[in-house]
């Protein structure tokens, strides 16, 4: 069985701070979700409201429309999965596996079962003996997943659960997740801070800065059309240009930044005078002259090979820092102190209201 | 005299084999890169260091044990039979504690006096334990870290009173007259006082009371390092309270539940002040016994024997018990 969970108007307040600030969402039946951002930013509270071990200040948590209000987390049908997996050490891995069974009172026998069936779902067949302090790293992750599967839950919640892998395993670890989910087809809820693994595994992801939800969308959504400075800055890497909107005309706008006149998308409608952020992916630029206020004189500062591209560090007009990204097939790589003009395609410019930025 | 001497010779002989074995190795297996002990320190530092540490387990350690053992098999004499044809080697003090040589009848007052003391030792232990388990558990880990400050110098500021200050004022407490009888009478719930100190009630009070401390940092510090998701793993699982206390806490916290009890129960097996003030008139401690002998009787080896006796039960007691709860005696000392 399967759920979905819809939060409505969710506020979550810590004394002064506001964790989460009115986050009303709906997380569909049998879908891979997403919350992505920056450590901090209200992600995991949502989780541990959605879990039962918080309440919400205000607004209402709703697991397949029932009203989560009052009832602790031993008593949802969600399971969680922590980031530090919390399994138990003094216990084997089928008694951890099997232990949600074991509260609930199922016998042994039925129990062994299960762990048999659970360990064979995570490539790990009869080792329920081991204890979980002999198992390697992706192991006991997959370990902490089966224990989570095994009181089947309605909604599988993850909170960052690769981050504690190696680069390798963690790769490998989406794939394989994302497999487990199209086997159980449970909902599931994954909070990450890596956007890589948000893109890769999602079908939807929210982006949160400061406990605000900025954007609900797919993957290539998020990434092709960004609707906040933040998401913009946050997802991939992007130039900005700040500056004011000069003109506006159906779904495009020019912004007179400080290095010219610049045009892309208008996706939030701003309107002349608008303060705003002109953002281009360092990947649609590309050298050579193209339109006249989506061109860029520039100087080429250095060249990072990366194998199968470069990232190219130009210095544009008023000393302005702009990055390029060009493939190896089609494109010569500048040489270092060599002038270059740059443009891009002005509908893959992004004229955002001005707003805050992630971090570098 | 001569069992006397060949016991304090002891300490000596065993120095000199290990003595003699470290030489015999630094013959057998020469390392040219080992530098020697003096070599290291020095000769001056060195006998420091080896003055002291010998000082410490021989005269403040071993040695008093040792004579005491000894003592405990020699017969009860007059300090001018002492070292004549009487003073033999004898385990005449420890068949006392069996068969008194008064009558020659089983000696069942003694007896008795070691069961019940046992037995009160392992109820103070676990009447202790009751309450500091939930006590540690939450300065451990639900309490804030100002309440857990507050808790803890309200649990620690009242033992800087002394031992028989606390006893008596305990024993004013549950006096017929004291407190809280008057209070139970005033309330209506008793007509008559309750002979608190009689039914022992107050024995037990004043020795949970005395070693509250040392149940409860033990404790404190074994569920401490508990990871707090493994409680919220086990909650979030579908587990109750209960069962998360049974099934993950306790068996975490297991030694160091160990070393409160273990420590609880031989002081408490041990105490003197506590049973002499707050326990019934027809209440008798083993340690009592132990002391009566040692300065009523001037009766040293039989007040030795008896100690070791007591000590010895303790002892096997414990070590049962961690074999029943599959605790090595090493997790219990870390």
Not at chain 1, 19 to 41: H, M, Q, W
Not at chain 1, 138 to 164: C, M, N, T, Y
Not at chain 1, 207 to 227: C, F, K, L, R, W
Not at chain 2, 177 to 197: E, K, S
Request: glycine share 8%; charged share 15%; net charge neutral.
């Amino acid at each position: 069985m399967s759920a979905d969970v819809e939060l409505e108007n969710v506020t979550i307040r810590f004394g002064d701070f506001t964790a989460v600030d009115r986050a009303t969402l709906k997380i569909n039946n049998g879908e891979f979700f997403s919350f992505l951002g920056p450590s901090g930013c209200g992600k995991t509270t949502i989780l541990r409201t959605v879990s039962g071990f918080l309440e919400p200040t205000e607004g209402t948590v709703r697991i397949g429309g029932v009203d989560m209000a009052g009832t602790g987390p031993n008593k949802r049908p969600t399971a969680l999965i922590f980031q530090n997996l919390a399994l138990f050490p003094l216990m084997s891995v089928a008694d951890n596996i099997t232990y949600g069974l074991r509260v609930r009172g199922i016998p042994k026998t039925e129990r062994m079962r299960k762990a048999d069936e659970l360990l064979e779902l995570i490539a790990l067949p009869g080792q329920g003996r081991k204890l979980v302090s002999e198992l390697s790293g992706g192991q006991k992750q997959r370990v902490a997943i089966a224990r989570a599967l095994a009181v089947q839950p309605e909604v599988l919640l993850l909170d960052e659960p690769l981050s504690a892998l190696d680069l390798k395993l963690r790769q490998h670890m989406r794939n394989e997740l994302r497999a487990i989910q199209h086997q159980v087809g449970i909902t599931f809820i994954y909070i990450t801070h890596d956007q890589g693994e948000a893109l890769t595994m999602s079908d939807r992801i929210a982006v949160m800065s400061d406990g605000v939800i900025e954007q609900i969308a797919d993957g290539q959504t998020i990434y092709d059309h960004p609707n906040s400075a933040f998401v913009a800055s946050f997802v991939g890497e992007n130039n900005a240009f700040p500056g004011k909107v000069v003109s506006a005309s159906d779904g495009s706008a020019a912004v007179e930044t400080s290095i010219g006149s610049l045009s892309g998308t208008n996706p939030r409608g701003l309107k002349v005078g608008d303060a705003a952020i002109l953002f281009v992916r360092p990947e649609s630029l590309r050298p050579g002259s193209g339109a006249q206020d989506a061109t860029i004189r520039t100087e080429t500062l250095s060249v990072a090979f990366e194998g199968n591209m470069s990232h190219i560090f130009l210095r544009g007009p008023s000393n302005k820092p702009i990055a390029m990204t060009v493939g190896r097939v089609g494109t010569s790589i500048p040489e270092e102190g060599q002038s270059l003009t740059v443009s891009y395609e002005p509908n893959l410019g992004t004229v955002l209201p001005e707003g805050k930025m992630a971090r570098e | 005299m001569s069992s006397r001497l060949l016991v304090f010779a002891l300490p000596l002989v065993v120095i000199a084999i290990f003595w003699l074995m470290s030489i015999l190795e630094s013959r057998v297996r020469r390392d040219p890169t080992h530098k020697s002990y003096f070599e290291r320190n020095g000769l001056l530092l060195g006998g420091i260091f080896i003055g002291l540490v010998a000082f410490w387990t021989l005269f403040l350690v071993t040695l008093p044990y040792l004579y005491m053992v000894v003592e405990s098999f020699h017969p009860t004499l007059t300090p001018n039979k002492r070292g004549g044809p009487d003073d033999v080697l004898t385990i005449a003090q420890y068949q006392s504690f069996f068969i008194n040589p008064v009558d020659d009848a089983l000696n069942t007052t003694h007896i008795g006096a070691l069961i019940f003391t046992i037995i009160a030792s392992a109820a103070v232990t676990l009447l202790n334990f009751a309450i500091c388990y939930p006590l540690a558990f939450y300065m451990a880990q639900t309490g804030t870290a100002q309440k857990v400050r507050l808790l803890m110098l309200a649990l620690i500021v009242p033992y800087w009173v002394n031992e028989i200050l606390r006893a008596f004022s305990l024993r004013l407490l549950l006096a017929s007259r004291g407190l809280i009888n008057q209070t139970l009478m005033w309330l209506g719930i008793t007509d008559a006082p309750i002979d608190f100190l009689g039914n022992n009630t107050g024995l037990y009070v004043g020795l949970s009371y005395a070693y509250l401390l040392v149940m409860i940092f033990p404790l404190y510090n074994a569920v401490q390092s508990l990871d707090r998701n493994q409680i919220e793993a086990a909650r979030d699982l579908g587990a109750p309270w209960w069962r998360i206390h049974k099934d993950v806490v306790i068996p975490y916290a297991k030694p160091g539940i160990a070393s409160g009890c273990t420590m609880v129960f031989m002081l408490s097996a041990g105490s003197l002040a506590a049973p002499q003030f707050l326990g019934g008139p027809r209440t008798l401690w083993f340690t009592s016994i132990v002391y009566d002998f040692f300065f009523q009787s001037f009766n040293w080896a039989r007040g030795a024997a008896y100690a070791f006796i007591l000590l010895t039960v303790c002892i096997f007691i414990v070590m049962a018990m961690l074999r029943v709860f599959k605790i090595s005696l090493g997790e219990t000392i870390k």
